[in-house]
């Protein structure tokens, strides 16, 4: 455990859970243990997924500290290895990211959970991107936003900041499921320890072609796949995982999946 969040270890999946009391705002010294945290994470060959959450019941997280911006702390401060909250600007993460969201998610709050690749909402959440109500702009929201639901529906909540909820967010499919607070977090281990089970190698391709591929044409994407230019590409190529893959499969049974 650091100052401001809690780490658990559980076999292949690193959990990361938020506890800033009162409400889990990220300072920039919390940003820097996260980004610590998540860059330890991408480089530990044993683990192979993440879950980030908040302490609580009721909040998430709401974002930047506005309690350390009224004390001084710039915008634009050093934030750490992977920019604010450790996720959203982090290089070459291949790892399965799972955002367990316990309540309020607002401003740099859901800025952090759209870093993940997964989304599971306590029914009780909200969310908000309020900072055009504090004279702010939420940059990494106005970049991903429109990109993950329809343009015009991004562009009402980034110009209002109003709250909305998770029957909402479901149905623009911003987030994956919503479910019963007490069992978010059973759910969200569930499925990590279901991504663990996986082929990372693939899993590590797979982020990459996505990433990459976001502001490709469709050929150029494709002809980069087929022709191995990926990093994570070629080397699932040439990995004994991708033979045991089509051992197993013509042996009728499980593979047993190496990372290497």
Not at 34 to 60: C, N, S, W
Not at 133 to 160: F, N, Q
Not at 212 to 218: Q, R, W
Not at 230 to 250: I, N
Request: glycine share 8%; with cysteine; proline share 5%.
């Amino acid at each position: 455990m650091t100052k401001n969040i809690r780490i658990e270890r559980r076999g292949a999946v690193l959990e990361v859970t938020l506890d800033r009391p009162k409400a889990n705002a990220i300072d920039s010294a919390t940003s820097r243990e996260m980004g610590e945290t998540f860059l330890a994470f991408r480089d530990d060959p044993d683990l192979r997924v993440a879950i980030i959450t908040g302490a609580g019941k009721k909040f998430f997280c709401p974002g930047w500290d506005l309690k350390a911006a009224s004390e001084g702390e710039a915008a634009d401060t050093d934030y750490g290895p992977g920019g604010f909250g450790g996720l959203q600007e982090l290089p070459h993460l291949n790892k399965p990211v799972i955002a367990a969201v316990n309540g309020i998610c607002c401003g740099g709050g859901l800025e952090l959970a759209l870093s993940a690749d997964i989304i599971l909402a306590a029914d009780h959440a909200s969310f908000a991107l309020p900072e055009i109500r504090s004279g702010t702009v939420a940059d990494a929201a106005s970049i991903k936003l429109p990109k993950r639901i329809p343009y015009h529906i991004a562009m009402e909540l980034l110009l209002t900041g109003r709250w909305f909820d998770t029957t909402e967010a479901l149905g623009w499919g911003l987030i994956n499921r919503s479910v019963p607070a007490e069992k978010l977090m059973r759910q969200a281990r569930d499925l990590a320890d279901h991504l663990a089970s996986g082929p990372p190698l693939v899993f590590a391709a797979l982020k990459e072609i996505v990433r990459e591929a976001e502001d490709m044409k469709f050929q150029d994407a494709m002809n980069r796949v087929v022709r191995s230019q990926f990093e994570t590409v070629e080397r699932l190529y040439r990995a004994e995982d991708q033979r045991e893959g089509a051992r197993a499969f013509a042996e009728k049974r499980d593979p047993v999946w190496k990372g290497r």
